[in-house]
């Protein structure tokens, strides 16, 4: 079974960056697809950006062009970089991981999640 621990998370004022790990454990990973989602107090959960096997990616609208989503297999490990934070990207942000990895990584029901990691963008 697969786990997944986040990192990475904390206090950043607006402007700035963080760079978000999600650390996996358990069987090789290559073939699995990745997901950040995020969910702000009193809002539903959204996916954020996710990277499938073949390095496939997608961002939601409000991170693109000033986010990176990354996979290091050999480290079992993948990467989200934010920049020119935003208050409004405050929230818990979870990694999330599926079996499907090939197939477009936005419409994956991914089943592994993990704990979450609180970022604060202050203004």
């Known amino acids: 079974q697969v786990h997944l621990v986040e990192s990475g998370g904390g206090l950043a004022q607006s402007g700035g960056f963080l760079r978000l790990s999600c650390a996996a454990s358990g069987s090789s990973l290559d073939y699995y697809a990745f997901a950040w989602f995020r969910q702000a107090p009193g809002k539903e959960r959204e996916i954020v950006s996710c990277?499938?096997?073949?390095?496939?990616?997608y961002y939601v609208d409000s991170v693109r062009g000033r986010s990176a989503i990354s996979r290091a297999n050999a480290e079992n490990t993948v990467y989200l970089q934010m920049d020119s934070l935003k208050p409004e990207d405050t929230a818990v942000y979870y990694c999330?991981?599926?079996?499907?990895?090939?197939?477009?990584?936005?419409?994956?029901?991914?089943?592994?999640w993990g704990q979450g990691t609180q970022v604060t963008v202050s203004s």
């Open positions: 990277i499938n096997s073949a390095d496939a990616t």
């Open positions: 999330a991981t599926d079996e499907g990895g090939g197939s477009a990584c936005e419409w994956i029901a991914y089943e592994t």
